[in-house]
């Protein structure tokens, strides 16, 4: 089948050498602009022969260590002291960022469930389908940053999926290790249909994702573990000169085993009992969900049914069935 061809124009050149910045220009006709346009920054950094690497942030809006480290690499970086290609787009789903919301408040796009995308989709299908037609096939190594937004906060970690090639499975796990978060996760996806990652993994790219905190608010450790991640990830593939700097504390290989996800059952109020990064034991209690207008009914409790550590947890104290209250990770 032939790929249709984007009609997203750029004002880049990604042939260029240099540090150049420039927009993706995506039509958007609305009631403030009729014949408007979205202009999504994109910035390439080229010098000399090496790989080429995507580097994606605000794929979700309201995850903003990726949009910040992003926007910090593109003004460190010296192309003269920088070999091969980065292609970055601090944020992705810039409505969405700009409304402090994770999907577009143009036309309710989750970028992150719109790949591939559609040329003649949506506004979020386009810029999907831009991302998947003319920059997925010029890169190696594609980096998406994500951390939980409003509703989830993680432990600050890089993120790979079990892969059927063992040869790239092994070199993604090198250059999640040389991230260097706290913790490097082989994450079981619950709806991997339309992301950004299997996309990228079925074009055959060495992929590369995050969860770097979340509650849509950034720390000053959340954002060194990303700034230091995204500089680690350029040494690792020889872009940067010098060695990959790990961190004090070894970063902790982890996955996600089954019954690793807690959900919750009903509506109520949701009360957690153990931190972010605790040790929990199968059976231990992870948090009650109260209910407010029925106080003579006692609180429902959730417990871990795996033991490892306290990875993910919800962020609002308000839940509604469904929801994932929980995530535990366990040791590789
Ligand atoms: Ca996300």
Not at 68 to 76: D, E, N, P, T
Not at 203 to 219: D, P, R, Y
Not at 230 to 257: Q, S, V, Y
Request: proline share 8%.
């Amino acid at each position: 089948m032939p790929v249709e061809l984007s009609l997203i124009a750029t004002t880049l050149d990604y042939e260029d050498d240099g540090k150049h910045f420039g927009h993706l220009l995506v039509p958007n006709s609305n009631n403030l602009s009729a014949w408007g346009t979205l202009m999504v920054p994109v910035a390439c950094v080229k010098n000399g022969e090496g790989p080429t690497m995507l580097l994606i942030g605000g794929n979700h809006g309201d995850e903003y260590e990726g949009q910040i480290s992003v926007l910090k690499l593109l003004q460190r970086l010296d192309p003269a002291e920088f070999r091969g290609r980065l292609i970055a787009i601090p944020a992705l789903n810039l409505p969405a960022a700009r409304a402090d919301t994770r999907i577009s408040p143009i036309d309710n796009g989750n970028m992150n469930r719109s790949f591939p995308g559609h040329p003649r989709g949506t506004i979020t299908q386009r810029i999907a389908h831009y991302v998947w037609a003319e920059l997925m096939p010029r890169a190696d190594v594609v980096v998406d940053l994500h951390s939980g937004g409003h509703s989830l906060n993680f432990v600050p970690s890089a993120v790979m999926h079990e892969l059927d090639d063992a040869g790239m499975m092994e070199r993604t796990a090198a250059a999640v290790k040389a991230f260097g978060a706290p913790i490097s996760l082989m994450l079981r996806e619950l709806d991997p249909i339309g992301m950004l990652d299997t996309a990228a993994e079925d074009m055959g790219k060495l992929f590369i994702s995050t969860e770097l905190g979340g509650a849509a608010m950034v720390t000053p450790e959340t954002i060194s573990v990303t700034d230091r991640g995204l500089d680690n990830l350029l040494k690792h593939f020889e872009m940067l000169p010098g060695r990959p700097a790990l961190p004090n504390t070894p970063t902790r290989m982890m996955n996600t085993p089954e019954g690793a996800f807690t959900m919750s059952r009903g509506n109520g109020l949701y009360e957690p009992v153990v931190d972010l990064g605790g040790e929990v034991k199968a059976g231990d209690l992870l948090g009650r969900v109260h209910f407010l207008e029925e106080p003579e009914r006692a609180p429902v409790p959730y417990r871990a049914t795996v033991s490892g550590v306290l990875y993910c947890r919800r962020v609002q104290g308000w839940t509604a069935p469904g929801d994932t209250l929980a995530v535990i990770s366990a040791d590789l």
